[in-house]
């Protein structure tokens, strides 16, 4: 039996968020604003944090930097009680500049600050992949060999590859190597359905998920059409902020799938878990329990 649920790999830093009167910024000199506040986030962050109140076993394995940033990091895991294995680097802890408007829409502006081809040593996370039921793998460079690891293992593997055009190779490893992959529609634009149905066709995916925010999502599963996923319903005043709603998305759904549910209860259950993310500020403040998700699920 594994001892642990779920293992993510890669992905937290601190963002700082900044709530605007309009997306895009006019162009001026000054905008008032009000207090701008920072938050431990980043998409390996909430993945791990949404499974681990969910109450899965889960083990989460990172770069952060010997700096501020760092050391908020270590304190909120240890806080939470979320197992947590790091390296450090010199270039420091990742972090990013999120603009937020009063509908709840965000520009982030990312800064990654590691090198590209930075080495990490596999034992960060070797160890734990053959402990564990299932690996969700961020999109850092230095991850995917994370993520061929999983596979030769014969552990079931996710990832998510945000706002891919579709077309850029650095996602290929990702989108062909996962056995589910999440994906961004941000970036497709009506190349949704042929997307999704690539990954497929190119990869090793039983399912696809495209995450269309206030749309819903969309599951393409081998050899059936795309399925659109009504989202929840919600008022607009109830969208907060849409930080970190994807990240709590993935959790959902992986909790429901771990759980024996089917595809489309997994895609209900992301959506759940997504809602109950919007309707609090700043990024991964608040994830749905497993008590919560069950009875939604049970409506």
Avoid at 90 to 106: A, E, F, I, M, Y
Wanted: aromatic share 6%; glycine share 10%.
């Amino acid at each position: 039996m594994s001892e642990l649920d779920v293992l993510v790999v890669g992905g937290v830093g601190v963002d700082t968020i900044v709530r605007v009167p309009e997306l895009p910024l006019p162009m001026r000199d000054s905008i008032m604003v009000p207090p701008i506040e920072q938050f431990l986030a980043h998409t390996g962050n909430g993945v791990a944090l949404g499974c681990h109140t969910l109450g899965l076993r889960t083990h989460f394995a990172d770069v952060i930097g010997e700096d501020a940033e760092g050391e908020r990091v270590l304190e909120a895991y240890a806080g939470t009680g979320l197992s947590f294995a790091h390296r450090t680097h010199p270039s420091g802890t990742r972090r990013s500049v999120n603009l937020v408007d009063k509908q709840g829409n965000r520009l982030s502006l990312y800064d990654g600050r590691h090198p590209f081809d930075m080495e990490v040593d596999p034992e960060l996370y070797r160890p734990e992949i053959g402990r564990a039921r299932h690996v969700h793998v961020s999109i850092m460079n230095w991850a995917r060999h994370a993520l061929a690891d999983a596979v030769a293992a014969g552990v079931p593997t996710s990832t998510d590859l945000h706002d891919w055009d579709g077309g850029s190779e650095y996602h290929q490893d990702f989108a062909h190597g996962a056995d589910v992959v999440f994906v961004s529609t941000s970036a497709l634009g009506d190349r949704v359905e042929a997307v999704t149905a690539d990954i497929i066709e190119k990869g090793r995916a039983s399912a696809v998920i495209a995450m269309a925010g206030g749309d819903g999502s969309y599951l393409r599963l081998p050899g059936q059409p795309l399925v659109h996923v009504p989202p929840v319903p919600l008022a607009p005043e109830e969208v907060v902020d849409t930080n970190g709603a994807g990240d709590s998305y993935v959790a959902g759904f992986l909790y429901a799938r771990l759980a024996g549910r089917s595809w489309e209860d997994a895609a209900r259950a992301g959506s759940h878990a997504g809602a109950h993310a919007v309707r609090t500020a700043g990024t991964h403040t608040s994830f749905i329990t497993a008590t919560d998700l069950d009875a939604a699920l049970s409506a």
